[in-house]
């Protein structure tokens, strides 16, 4: 019966290992909208710190990475949170080299705000 619980225990964990690989794929969420010229980013990203956090824009590619390391060596049986984030976004919109990008963490979420310009801009004739 102790080989079935071990078993069990082991399966659990890898589980949630697997769990947590995908989740660091697929995360963070994230929502985009545009607010007056600023397009606004949304990252949910509980459980890391502000200095785990790295933010970089190269023309329209937002790049966001973090990563923790586990302060704690106890025994998991189930480990789901992702330990690292590495996701690149396209944005929507042209942004200038000059912009002045700002970025917000408070309470595991992150707002980028990001000025731009449109591209499509109507040119009057006299």
Known sequence: MEVIKKMAQDLTKEAGNRSREFFEFVLPPMDMMIEDNFLVVVI?????????IK??????????????????????????????????VMLPVHIEEEA???????????????????????????
């Open 44 to 52: 949910d990203m509980p459980g890391f710190e502000k200095k785990d």
């Open 55 to 88: 933010l970089s824009i190269h023309k329209n590619l937002l790049s966001i990475s973090a990563h923790k390391s586990d302060m704690k060596k106890e025994e998991y049986i189930f480990k789901q949170r992702p330990h690292a984030i590495d996701k690149k």
């Open 100 to 126: 002045q990008i700002s970025a917000k963490f408070v309470s595991g979420v992150l707002t980028v705000k990001i000025p731009f310009i449109k591209k499509d801009k109507p040119i009057s004739i006299e």
